[in-house]
């Protein structure tokens, strides 16, 4: 209950909670000016509380970005902690507890919560602190004759701004926490369906689609193909010339390919020099037409490896979905078909039970 488990202190998290921080951060400064203006409208020399506040905190935000190193963080946080307490303390303190600056400290208590670098019992221990803390205060300033005397009208525009603000503190601080959880998790899950060179799906994002497209196209009765792609001789590229370069023959060829398809149509780096196209509403003989249009366009394309012009070939095997089956059954007899052009010269289309020669 007291040790942060791994996946609680990675850089994905503390970049989380550091981007939440500073938003916080920059929320209360936004804060601080409104309550300036108002406390300088009503004549109350509190208002140099609030613009100092604002003033400080500004320049920490220097501290706080998201960037610094930990060393400058964690002070800038802590600091930002500290200021943030006195000036609520003194506000309270200077008003009373009419005023409602004390409901301000609510505020902190999602900060402490979304910590990356505190295990569960330390935040709930520092939060009852935080709790005991704003208690004491508030009764502190029930009890005491406030030093700063205003009328009943600006005490209650006073705690309904405070009020107001505080939910709203917390409101914002919590979507935008959930925000960055969002955009992050859209990021992880794109990373882990796309191929990192050649910005294609991958294999386990082609298996997950591939089973969806067979079971959708058997569900209404509509065709489905399946091209698998194979570099001629790709071997031979990476032995002379280096694997740089055979990355960049992939990532050419797979932007033939996204060029060559359709938007409907999936693309995929299966492994190695092996790609897969995936053609929904599409029968074997349009899948033929299409795997000759990017045998031919492979062909006529001058790739260029080590200052060095080179004709570069393809072989592609394809299949058509037939009824009762699924993806590994149709993934099968494309690879077959690949196999057996491969076995007939390469440089050609080769089709499920019989080999077209192109």
């Not at 080590?306 to 393809?314: D, G, I, K, R, Y």
């Amino acid at each position: 209950m007291f040790r942060v488990k791994p996946f609680e202190n990675t850089d994905l998290v503390r970049l989380t909670y550091r981007r939440v921080t500073r938003f916080a951060a920059v929320l209360s400064i936004a804060v601080s000016l409104v309550h300036t203006i108002l406390l300088l409208v009503l004549q109350s020399p509190l208002w140099l509380v609030t613009f100092a506040y604002g003033i400080i905190c500004t320049g920490l935000l220097w501290a706080l970005d998201p960037r610094r190193r930990a060393r400058i963080f964690i002070p800038g946080l802590l600091l930002f902690w500290a200021i943030y307490l006195s000036a609520l303390s003194i506000l309270t303190l200077s008003l009373g507890r009419v005023a409602g600056f004390q409901t301000l400290l609510l505020g902190m208590f999602p900060i402490m919560v979304v910590s990356s670098r505190m295990a569960a019992g330390a935040k709930l221990g520092l939060v009852i602190i935080f709790a005991i803390y704003a208690i004491i205060l508030q009764e502190v300033a029930g009890t005491t004759q406030p030093t700063t005397q205003l009328d009943a009208t600006a005490f209650s525009l006073m705690r309904g701004l405070n009020l107001g603000t505080a939910i709203f503190a917390i409101s914002s601080i919590v979507w935008q926490y959930f925000r960055i959880i969002t955009e992050q998790q859209a990021e992880l899950t794109a990373l882990a369906s796309t191929d990192l060179l050649t910005g294609l799906h991958n294999r386990r994002m082609m298996t997950d689609l591939g089973g969806r497209e067979v079971a959708s196209s058997l569900r209404h009765g509509l065709p489905l193909s399946l091209l698998m792609c194979d570099l001629d001789h790709f071997k031979t590229i990476n032995d002379e010339h280096g694997h740089e370069a055979g990355d960049g023959v992939l990532a050419e060829f797979a932007n033939l390919l996204k060029t060559s398809v359709r938007e409907s149509e999936a693309v995929c780096r299966w492994g190695g020099e092996e790609f897969l196209v995936l053609l929904p509403n599409t029968g074997l003989e349009g899948a033929h037409v299409l795997a000759e249009r990017i045998r031919s366009a492979m062909q006529d394309t001058p790739f260029v490896v080590a200052s060095q012009p080179l004709q570069l070939t393809l072989t592609i095997g394809a299949a058509s979905l037939r009824p009762g089956e699924n993806f590994q059954a149709l993934l099968k007899r494309a690879d077959d078909a690949l196999y057996a052009g491969k076995r007939s010269g390469r440089n050609r289309v080769a089709l499920e039970e019989g080999l077209a020669v192109s």
